[in-house]
């Protein structure tokens, strides 16, 4: 795998002489070897043999660039196909991802994943969209309307509830995707971005914004926990916090932590939906 993360790297190097056509510079590759290059990194994401990204010692983000890199480089190097699918006509660069049954995954009419994503077995697609270099855990289930932005990591067991946004990210490749854990409850119409976390077995009410500035305050003692990033075993509900600008003071986002969990109490949905409608919150 070394040699093609070096092959990939030359190839970003030398992007801006490579084309959709196979053009290619006076000194550059062959353009359909390049792109033969590029597909092969890219498989690997597609059959989970590599991630872009997973978190290292500390919960710190480990990005891998070089597969950033090489669906990047997929863009360029892909022309425009049309398929059709009865009265509906599509044109895009990348295709979707095909092998469902086989796979193990099960795909409700009206979702689709890219081609470069990875569904582990067990995943549940209801009406939903999974972009390129995404991964999505096994017995996850991507509800209605939800959206998996590209690269963002899913854990396993967690539930993304209907029309839960969660944010992609391609440039700049050394730029960290979202993480959510495992055994997560994002509860309806979340929006989780801008490489934000949300750690294993978390639970976050219904209409939480999440993004890498969204402070995250402990309920109980008014202490910003963090940045961004939302710790393990807790419920979280939107709020927010007064800030003052020359044209008046103003309610912006935070989250707050109204609740920790023990291991395995995020899958009591009476319990939980007790706990978040004493604050005001819904699943």
């Known amino acids: 795998m070394a040699g ?5 790297h030359e190839l970003w190097e030398r992007r801006d002489t490579l084309d959709a056509d196979g053009a290619d510079g006076a000194d550059g590759p062959d353009g359909a070897e390049a792109a033969a ?26 990005v891998h660039e070089w597969l ?26 990348i295709p979707l991802k095909r092998g469902f ?6 795909v409700v009419p009206g979702a689709s994943a890219r081609w470069g994503s990875y569904l582990e077995p067990g995943v549940i697609l209801m009406p939903s969209y ?15 309307w939800a959206t998996v932005g590209s690269c963002a990591q899913i854990g396993r067991g967690t539930h993304l509830s209907g029309g839960v946004g969660i944010g992609g990210v391609l440039e700049p490749p050394r730029a960290a995707p ?9 509860g309806s119409r979340c929006v989780v971005a801008n490489g934000a976390r949300v750690g294993d077995g978390a639970v976050l009410g219904a209409g939480c914004i999440l993004t890498d500035t969204v402070p995250v305050i402990d309920a109980e003692t ?33 989250l707050l932590v109204i609740r920790r ?14 706990i978040l409608r004493q604050h005001g919150g819904t699943v």
């Open 4 to 8: 093609l993360e070096s092959e990939i």
């Open 37 to 62: 290059t590029v597909r092969r990194a890219v498989e690997l994401l597609d059959r989970g043999e590599a991630r872009v990204a997973e978190l290292g010692a500390g919960g710190v983000p480990v």
């Open 68 to 93: 950033k890199e090489a669906v990047l480089l997929l863009f360029r190097l892909s022309a425009l196909e049309t398929t059709e699918l009865g009265p509906f006509e599509y044109a895009d660069r």
């Open 101 to 106: 049954a086989a796979a193990g995954v099960r």
């Open 130 to 144: 999974v972009n390129i270099g995404a991964r999505v855990g096994a017995g996850t289930m991507v509800d209605t």
């Open 178 to 186: 979202v993480f959510v854990g495992d055994e997560c409850l994002i």
């Open 222 to 254: 008014g202490e910003e926990i963090s940045r961004g990033v939302v710790p393990g075993w807790c419920v979280a509900v939107p709020a927010t916090r007064p800030r003052a600008y020359p044209g008046g003071e103003y309610g912006m986002p935070c």
């Open 261 to 274: 969990l023990e291991p395995g109490e995020r899958h009591d949905k009476a319990g939980l939906n007790d």
